[in-house]
């Protein structure tokens, strides 16, 4: 038991010093590429500083050398030297001070960058003497036209939640869905609970249906687009209702019409009471002077109509 | 396209009408549907009243009292039938994601509504003519509120057809006729405002509802908000109750002498109910021409102003401004007409023409204004051309009675709703044809106007039309009929009106 003992801690105490050398969070991209450096397609984009907070949007879908050109037109007294580095999501990136010179008028810094895997994919940034900065954002294509306010459906309805790329934008390759699980996210696969889920994918849509709705599918959902670099996330919230929800202001609604109509019956009714009492008092004086009261009104009506 | 205002969305609806450009407006084009089609219901409403009462209704309502009850529940039950109606274009969209179903196919759900309410008036008023008008009203708000009820529980789109459209349908025909014509009953001299007034719910509670719906949808998706909207419609049955039951005088000169049920007599007395008897008169055949002219054109510029000014260059807030600008004034207009109407300096077969007349040059000179590419010049003609719309839409209704006469006032309202419906069927297709070919909206427009012109010289084809009063009314139906009705209700006449007047003068 002791030997064990002894065994594990050994193991873990190799673990532990092993594992200070391994920087997963290396700025520098150089995993082992799946496709040789030297064949990948080129591309190079360009910004010049306008201003503080400058953020250029790269969108990038498979494999590829990235250059990152800066350019800088300097303060009003130009150095003809100055330092530039790169960052990466914030860290500086190893070896990459450069002493810039000034040519025509501005400086200017590159570096290709090789995207080949999702580690790739941040913020990239070109700084100049610590102060003049501008933010290149290298991912994939993101979900634009996605349903801000939450969905509402019925226990044992069905909900259907749709994710679309845009026109502008690339296809992704294929779509997935996801359910928030606490704060994982759990991969739906439709083959496996055809019952429950059914997933539609077309090139640019992608349509999740959950059937036999519970309270317990309430949640975000989320649809990935997937790329070959990465897969774009976008979220919708779901949210499953009993029918007992809209039906408390139904139910006091037909309350109120109830009320109103038997109040409107109720006056209607006493007051033609009341006429009835008089009108008994009243008829009595009316039958005897009918004829002549007859004759009154037919002859006063008659003028009116013809006067109209 | 997901968050909608509540002024683009009416506002691309109507670019969307005939479903022409759907494909670039989905959800606009399924609400600008719904709001096409009660419009036509507006126009449908003016439904004019037999002016000559019986002589009971006269001493028992003059203008006042119980009728200003009755003009409150006028304005309730017509913002649940058509300010409804016009905004439940906020469902469409819904519609659309939860059923998979092209616009096209959601769009007739409105348009089944609608024609049910129309295709059902004669047969509302034929029911108010046999039985009484407040149980009509009641039934008709009960199947209205059911068939939005049943329709929250829908799992086919032929479901929502079969309820929203046509029990709901159904029930607002039931409504919609008897309601007015009972109104219109109770007023002698105020009848135009107190339709006016009325009629200015349908403007007001769209404005109302939009919001309301949106809000109902977010929180409980259309099954719930159906449900609600279901217990809310349920409410035109205590307006209904507020009908006072009378003593119709007609009663009894409609039942026929034999009482056997033979095939004829069942016949005789269906056709006196729907006073199809109406169809063989001029003056109501002419009436409901011009009146069906008049609405070949009246919805034109509803479908279509906020296209037009879309393409004569002006944004999409500035378009959909111009239409709400329209409907304030539309709402305006129905009320101050109104008012004028009842002072009685001009005949209202006059009025109706000027009104006509100037919705038609003004709906003509719609595109000239926005061609000039003043944005001003188009509001101020927008403003004037909704004025001129509601004023006439007020008058309409009143105009009736003057011609057919007090006692066939219900089945006159039935039958002109009946025919008028046609009218808006042609008019709006006709005029995006004309924009199809022509490429611009010039020729719907002009077209649209030549048709409100075209109503007036119809209507001024009416006999009598250039004295400066009015002509007396029709002789009274009882009258025409043969000699043994018509002692038999005279003399009913002798025996209940001092009943009547004395039980209503107790009051």
């Not at chain 2, 539309?330 to 006509?356: E, K, M, N, P, Y």
């Not at chain 2, 944005?375 to 101020?380: E, K, Q």
Request: glycine share 8%.
């Amino acid at each position: 038991m002791l030997a064990s003992w002894k065994q594990l801690i050994f193991q873990i105490l190799l673990l532990l010093i092993s594992c200070r050398h391994i920087n997963t969070t290396s700025p520098d991209p150089t995993p082992p590429p799946l496709v040789p450096i030297d064949s990948l397609p080129r591309d190079v984009r360009r910004a010049a500083f306008k201003g503080e907070g400058q953020i250029e949007k790269v969108e990038v879908l498979n494999p590829v050398n990235l250059e990152l050109v800066c350019t800088w037109t300097g303060h009003q007294d130009k150095e003809s030297n100055i330092t530039g580095f790169w960052r990466k999501d914030g860290l500086e990136i190893e070896n990459s001070h450069l002493t810039v010179q000034l040519e025509n008028e501005q400086y200017q810094l590159q570096r290709v960058f090789n995207i080949v895997s999702e580690e790739n994919l941040g913020n990239y940034s070109c700084v100049f003497e610590s102060e003049v900065k501008i933010d290149f954002v290298v991912a994939v294509p993101q979900i634009g036209e996605i349903r801000d306010k939450p969905i509402v459906t019925y226990v044992g309805d069905s909900g259907m939640i749709t994710c679309k790329m845009e026109d502008s934008k690339p296809m992704p390759n294929t779509w997935k869905w996801y359910k928030a699980n606490g704060t994982d996210k759990e991969e739906i696969f439709a083959a496996a609970e055809r019952q429950r889920y059914e997933i539609k994918n077309n090139e640019r849509k992608t349509k999740l249906l959950v059937n036999n709705l519970t309270m317990a599918d309430s949640g975000l959902y989320y649809c990935g687009a997937v790329y070959t670099l990465s897969t774009s996330m976008g979220h919708v919230e779901l949210k499953v209702i009993t029918y007992f929800e809209p039906l408390k202001p139904f139910i006091a609604i037909v309350i109120e019409v109830i009320i109103l109509v038997t109040a409107i019956l109720l006056f209607e009714r006493s007051r033609s009471k009341k006429n009835d009492t008089e009108g008994d008092m009243m008829s009595d004086q009316t039958n005897t002077l009918s004829p002549g009261e007859n004759n009154g009104l037919e002859e006063s009506s008659s003028m009116r109509q013809r006067k109209t | 396209m997901l968050s909608h205002t509540y002024i683009t969305q009416p506002v691309l609806c109507l670019l969307c009408w005939r479903r022409r450009e759907l494909s670039q407006f989905p959800e606009a084009c399924i609400f600008l549907l719904y709001l096409l089609s009660t419009d036509k219901s507006v126009l449908d409403m003016t439904n004019p009243k037999p002016k000559a009462e019986s002589q009971s209704d006269e001493a028992e309502d003059p203008d006042g009292g119980w009728g200003w009850v009755l003009v409150g529940a006028l304005f309730v039950s017509t913002s649940l039938v058509f300010g409804l109606m016009r905004s439940l274009g906020i469902f469409f969209v819904e519609f659309v994601q939860y059923f998979d179903e092209s616009a096209h196919a959601i769009s007739w759900i409105s348009s089944t509504g609608l024609a049910a309410q129309q295709f059902f008036s004669p047969l509302g008023a034929a029911l108010c003519n046999a039985y009484n008008a407040r149980v009509v009203v009641m039934t008709g708000g009960l199947l209205a509120g059911l068939g939005l009820i049943l329709a929250s529980q829908a799992t086919r789109l032929y479901h929502l057809y079969l309820t929203m459209g046509v029990i709901s349908g159904l029930g607002w025909g039931l409504v919609f006729t008897p309601m007015v014509a009972t109104v219109m009953a109770h007023f002698t001299r105020r009848r135009t405002l107190a339709l006016g007034l009325a009629f200015s719910s349908i403007g007001l509670s769209s404005f109302a509802f939009n919001p309301l719906f949106q809000l109902l949808v977010e929180k409980y998706a259309w099954r719930g908000a159906l449900l609600i909207l279901g217990g809310l419609s349920l409410n035109i049955v205590p307006c209904g109750a507020l009908i006072r039951p009378r003593r119709r005088s007609k009663a009894p000169a409609k039942v026929d002498s034999e009482t056997g049920l033979s095939p004829v007599s069942v016949l005789r007395r269906i056709s006196s109910y729907l006073e199809l008897s109406l169809l063989s008169e001029r003056p109501y055949v002419t009436y409901t021409l011009g009146i069906t002219l008049l609405n070949v054109g009246y919805f034109v510029p509803y479908f279509h102003l906020v296209a037009h000014s879309r393409q004569a260059g002006f944004s999409e807030y500035q378009s959909a401004f111009v239409m709400s600008a329209a409907g304030a004034s539309d709402i305006l207009g129905r009320i101050v007409s109104g008012w004028f109407s009842d002072l009685g300096h001009f005949r209202l077969i006059h009025l109706l023409s000027a009104w006509t007349t100037l919705a038609g040059v003004f709906i003509m000179l719609l595109p000239l204004s926005s061609l000039s590419g003043s944005y001003s010049a188009l509001m101020v003609i927008s403003l004037l051309y909704g004025f001129c719309s509601g004023a006439l839409t007020s008058v309409v209704f009143v105009v009736v009675p003057l011609i057919v006469g007090v006692e066939r006032m219900m089945g006159a309202l039935g039958l002109l709703q009946l025919i008028e419906s046609w009218a808006g069927l042609l008019g709006t297709p006709l005029s995006g044809f004309l924009k199809d070919v022509t490429g611009n909206y010039v020729a719907s427009f002009t077209v649209a106007g030549s048709f409100l012109i075209l109503g007036t010289l119809t209507m001024a084809t009416l006999p009598h039309y250039f004295s400066c009063t009015d002509p007396p009314p029709p002789p009274q139906r009882s009258s025409l009929d043969d000699k043994n009705n018509g002692l038999h209700s005279e003399l009913e006449h002798m025996t209940s009106s001092p009943g009547s007047d004395t039980n209503h003068r107790g009051v």
